[in-house]
């Protein structure tokens, strides 16, 4: 049997199925996923091979069968053997599951053994990739190998009706992980179960503490003291960019958020991701009922109406926020600087969280491997993710016929990597912007890390049509074969791949920028996807770009440039232009002689300008926050009316955006901003409808970071159902750059 079969007490579910169906042999993990052999009366073993799928552990899936008759060996009974690591490597590794609630009753039980115990775990719950060596999965091809069970888990572990039979993690604390509270200096402060007491003092006395998680550090402080969250966000150097939150249960949540019952069950999964919900509000401010008050938005999250919230989701974040605690919320935000990857061990904490963190409340289990927490939310009623690690890494997507092996390196922010394996495409987890050499170090780990654990030899490379990336850099020094992709037909391809479709198909790409096949900066595409490639079929009019990558940084920028194609250097003469009179100085002859000015078809510089030109940000202190707060404007608004818009029929067709821009400049002096902002969105979707319609291809994606704005996916796609479009949207893939390696991997089906 081949799929979810390893890591979820399934050797355990068979021995149990065999039993009860009268049946003799064994089970045994193998790389390629496990083998069972059963011996008995033929019509008991189809009763067996019935009640498979049927009654199937949680989280386990079966995604092949292969059966074969032998001559019968005369079984004494029905076993677990050892495993075997012959043959192929299995693509179905499962991820990190959150703590189930029998463990959560455990380890708050005086009457039980794992009582206060934060590595209490079982053969459905607990930590998985992130302690994989390698496979098949068994306890000593894990980081836990180190901790020899005691007798009690040794009876726990051989006892058939226990649900730790036969759990890898099982562990208990006198045999288990344990607990260590270190200084600033790396002193050893306090240990086991008195550290764990010893860090909730701290975190309520207002101190940063960073904790060794599932895949690695977070940095926490108490939400309800404002001074201490601020304390972080000015030691992490990040001055407006929201935190996330972790809260004990559901009704904590509930009583912070509008939660819808996909919303629910997204923050109640397995997978225990932060999920974007929009937060209670009176005043502008967060409703903070005495039972779970958080400091006010302008420290948890300025300047927005959503909140990310995630549930406590190991053992040890649950007896951090348990009731005798005196914490009910948490700031929990990342451990590490700004731009780096997470730390996954004592020395990186020490050293990279050094000045940030108070406290460091660390354990013995090492990590292998780096998991961020996962970004969801709810996009056109599809709970859609936004940063793809724990929880769901390494879960596999499944391909109608297999690939050569083939390795795809992503872009340059949001970096993932991705793998052909047979019929089968693993992405790597998040591992952030290429900008840092800590992150291509992590690049380049990750990349060793999964040709090892898939023991693949990939004979070639993909990668993004940019050749400055760090991604494709790194491509070019591997002395093998390599393709370049362009970056919105890779954003094209992840939402296919993701689908499992085919061309032809309408790619509706839109994000900050890609470098296009005529050298200028691509955004706001509208590609025809067919078998040999694509065809560039419609974009926005382009503008200039004053500054460059000061431009993305700098809404203001944007705006100018927008303005200064319009309106030509009288738009000069305006009084409202957010610049000293220094930066005009510098910007006007820049502008006039194309001096570092790229020109753009960018939909989301287009997001910038507008925001800017709303005077809602003018200069962003985080990634997206002009877009942000002109999507957060918009969804204050219940408005259906859209500005208009020319299409220029050329090949390709442009979209001339100049009488919008009009028309929005004139609505600035008498319309409420909110009403503009959802004014624009629309007109944004009344443009993709129309081009649709010109383009004739009833297949249509959206794709790219613009379509995580959730007002313009959902208006966009319900104009393009209402229309007779089949319309595809990214669900399980980020529709940002985190999905860009699976899309170039893709593409190399269609290079040959």
């Not at 007490?9 to 193998?30: C, D, E, M, W, Y």
């Not at 704005?709 to 669900?731: I, M, P, Q, W």
């Amino acid at each position: 049997m081949k799929g979810f079969v390893q890591g979820l007490g399934f050797r355990p579910f068979i021995v149990r199925l065999a039993r009860q169906h009268q049946q003799k042999g064994s089970i045994a993990n193998t790389n390629g996923g496990v083998t069972v052999d059963i011996e008995g009366l033929p019509k008991q073993q189809q009763d067996f091979i019935d009640s498979l799928n049927n009654r199937l552990p949680p989280h386990a899936k079966i995604e092949s069968i292969t059966i074969t008759s032998e001559p019968l060996a005369d079984f004494d009974n029905f076993q677990i053997t050892a495993s075997t690591s012959d043959g192929e490597q299995s693509a179905f590794v499962l991820p990190d599951i959150a703590t189930c609630p029998d463990c959560i009753r455990d380890i708050f039980d005086p009457a039980s053994r794992y009582y206060h115990y934060p590595f209490t775990s079982c053969c459905h719950c607990g930590p998985r990739y992130s302690i994989m060596i390698r496979q098949p999965y068994d306890r000593s091809q894990t980081s836990m190998a180190a901790f020899i069970t005691c007798s009690d888990c040794g009876r726990d572990y051989q006892n058939i009706d226990n649900r730790r039979y036969h759990a890898q993690t099982i562990a208990c604390p006198e045999c288990g992980p344990s607990l260590s509270l270190l200084g600033e200096s790396g002193n050893l402060l306090a240990e086991k179960h008195d550290a764990l007491i010893a860090a909730i003092q701290q975190l309520r006395a207002g101190k940063i503490v960073a904790i060794k998680g599932i895949g690695g550090y977070q940095l926490l402080v108490d939400a309800t003291n404002q001074q201490a969250v601020e304390r972080l966000r000015l030691r992490k150097h990040r001055p407006q960019k929201p935190f996330a939150l972790m809260v004990a249960d559901l009704a904590t949540a509930q009583q912070l958020c509008i939660i819808n019952n996909l919303e629910q069950q997204a923050l109640s999964s397995a997978a225990a991701p932060i999920v974007l919900l929009k937060a209670k509000s009176c005043g502008g401010e967060f409703i903070r009922p005495k039972a779970t008050e958080v400091a006010p938005t302008s420290a948890v999250a300025p300047g927005s109406n959503l909140l990310g919230i995630m549930l406590a989701y190991s053992p040890l974040h649950h007896l951090l926020l348990n009731k005798d605690s005196g914490l009910h919320t948490l700031v929990a935000t990342s451990g590490n600087r700004q731009n780096e990857p997470i730390c996954i061990n004592e020395d990186q904490a020490l050293t990279r969280l050094s000045g940030i963190a108070d406290y460091v409340l660390s354990h013995n289990r090492p990590i292998l491997r780096p998991l961020d927490d996962s970004v969801v939310r709810l996009i056109n009623d599809k709970i859609t993710v936004l940063r793809r690690a724990r929880g769901y890494t390494p879960l596999p997507l499944t391909l109608k016929t297999a690939m050569p092996e083939t390795l795809a390196v992503g872009g340059q922010l949001k970096n993932t990597i991705a793998i052909s394996h047979g019929k089968h495409i693993i992405l790597s987890q998040h591992l952030g912007d290429l900008d840092m050499d800590a992150t291509q170090q992590q690049f380049q780990a990750t990349l060793t890390d999964l040709q090892k654990f898939y023991q693949i030899a990939p004979t070639r490379i993909m990668h993004d049509l940019h050749s400055g990336y760090a991604s494709s850099l790194f491509a070019a020094n591997l002395g093998q074969k390599t393709h370049p992709v362009q970056h919105h037909y890779a954003h094209a391809l992840s939402c296919m791949a993701e689908h499992g479709l085919e061309p032809p198909a309408l790619g509706i790409c839109w994000d900050g920028s890609g470098l296009g096949t005529d050298n200028t900066l691509w955004g706001g595409e509208f590609l025809l996807i067919n078998s040999q490639g694509f065809e560039r079929y419609a974009h926005f009019a382009p503008f200039s770009l004053p500054g460059a990558h000061k431009a993305m940084q700098e809404p203001r920028r944007a705006a100018l440039g927008l303005l200064y194609e319009a309106f030509g250097s009288c738009v000069f003469e305006r009084e409202d232009l957010p610049f000293s009179a220094q930066e005009l100085k510098l910007l006007r002859p820049a502008l006039s002689r194309q001096l570092n000015c790229p020109r753009t078809t960018s939909v989301g510089r287009l997001f910038d300008a507008v925001a800017s030109l709303l005077g809602l940000c003018h200069i962003n202190q985080h990634e997206g926050q002009a877009a942000m707060a002109l999507e957060m404007s918009a969804t204050s608004s219940a408005s259906d009316q859209h500005y208009d818009f020319r299409i220029e029929y050329t090949t390709p067709i442009v979209i001339d955006w100049k009488i919008t821009l009009e028309q929005l400049l004139e609505d600035i002096a008498h319309s409420p901003v909110e009403l503009i902002a959802a004014k624009f969105h629309n007109t944004l979707a009344e443009i993709i409808v129309a081009i649709a319609r010109q383009a004739g291809q009833k297949t249509v994606l959206l794709s790219g970071g613009c379509f995580q704005n959730a007002y313009l996916t959902t208006k966009a796609a319900k104009r393009l159902k209402s229309d007779g479009f089949a319309v595809y949207c990214h669900e399980n893939i980020p529709p940002n750059d985190g999905g860009l390696a699976l899309g170039q991997l893709l593409a190399a089906k269609y290079i040959g």
